[in-house]
């Protein structure tokens, strides 16, 4: 309410409360002693009704953040409830766990978790585990939620598929992966495939929602068909809402008749097209994450946990190592 609106009503209500003042009076009777405090008694009705009707619902409607925690563990596993299944396409859903009133994830920006097939042992007759990027932002309330692609050669991903809502999953995280830092880069170049697209969009949800952020984001998202294409209604309304610092290439491997965009690889061609050329140095980065095959074309595939020797296309057109990030 506003201060001339309050002001208003309080007039109102302290000339309502002097007609009942005076009409409880008799029309004959002797004036009291009362008048003489009538203009003192509604001052104080009016900075009370003032009081009342602004000061104090505007302190009611400013409430303080919320404190919250994190009911994750780098060193152990613990188990999260899964609250329901939103399928995406013909082999992919979001997965939206239950943290608790209070809780969040707060990952660090980049980082993964690591989540544990029960049902499935490795070598070692241990559960298998993989890691995989949520979606959900870092700070949201109540909820973790992954996009994940079910793979017939990945056990995880299968038992995954499998769970129902009220089961519960293993989870141990978070695992840093690169540290983001705002305004760090004045470009950076992302490609993506398949469930690989998660990383990149852990990044592009944080940066792009910081109002202080200057960096300009271009992501190259490569499919095989276009429903493979993985949250494509978050960067088409992402590119929507940032014209300016944002933009996306969907590239198809085996596109539709009436496909506009390009198709294939991603080459040699479509990066320098797109990216900022390796000559603006130490202000320049690309990140990449996909199948171990677009991996290996793209940046060479990783050692273990380390990034391992850059080649492939990025290396070809004088990236350097420092320059290129493999998630």
Request: proline residues 8%; aromatic residues 10%; hydrophobic residues 35%.
């Amino acid at each position: 309410m506003s201060f001339i609106r309050a002001a208003t009503l309080a007039r109102a209500a302290v000339g309502s409360l002097a007609s009942r003042l005076y009409s409880t009076e008799a029309p004959t009777a002797k004036k009291s002693g009362a008048s003489r405090y009538l203009v003192p008694a509604s001052g104080f009705v009016a900075g009370w009704l003032l009081y009342e009707y602004y000061f104090k619902g505007e302190a009611e409607q400013v409430k303080p953040n919320k404190v919250l925690t994190s009911p994750l563990d780098p060193k152990n596993f613990v188990d999260i409830k899964l609250k329901r299944v939103e399928p995406y396409n013909h082999n992919t859903s979001k997965f939206v766990f239950d943290l608790g009133d209070g809780k969040a994830s707060l990952l660090p920006i980049a980082s993964c978790v690591f989540l544990r097939a029960e049902d499935f042992k490795d070598a070692n007759g241990k559960p298998m585990q993989r890691p995989y990027t949520p979606i959900s932002p870092s700070d949201l309330e109540g909820e973790l939620t992954f996009i994940i692609k079910k793979y017939e050669t990945g056990n995880v991903s299968k038992y995954i598929h499998s769970l129902k809502p009220g089961d519960k999953l293993a989870v141990k995280g978070p695992m840093p992966k690169w540290s983001w830092k705002m305004n760090e880069f004045d470009e950076v170049g992302l490609i993506g495939g398949g469930s690989g697209i998660a990383p990149l969009y852990q990044v592009l949800q944080h940066a792009l929602a910081d109002k202080t952020n200057t960096t300009k984001f271009k992501l190259i998202s490569a499919n095989v068909t276009e429903a493979d294409i993985l949250l494509r209604e978050e960067f088409d309304a992402m590119k929507k809402k940032h014209p300016n610092n944002f933009d996306v290439v969907y590239v198809l491997d085996k596109p539709p008749a009436n496909w506009n965009g390009p198709s294939g690889y991603v080459n040699a061609d479509l990066v320098k097209q797109h990216f900022a050329p390796p000559s603006l140095d130490h202000k320049v980065k690309v990140f990449v994450c996909g199948p171990p095959p677009q991996m290996q074309s793209l940046s060479g595939k990783k050692d273990g946990p380390r990034q391992g020797e850059l080649s492939g296309v990025l290396k070809e057109l004088g990236y350097t190592a420092d320059q290129v990030y493999k998630f």
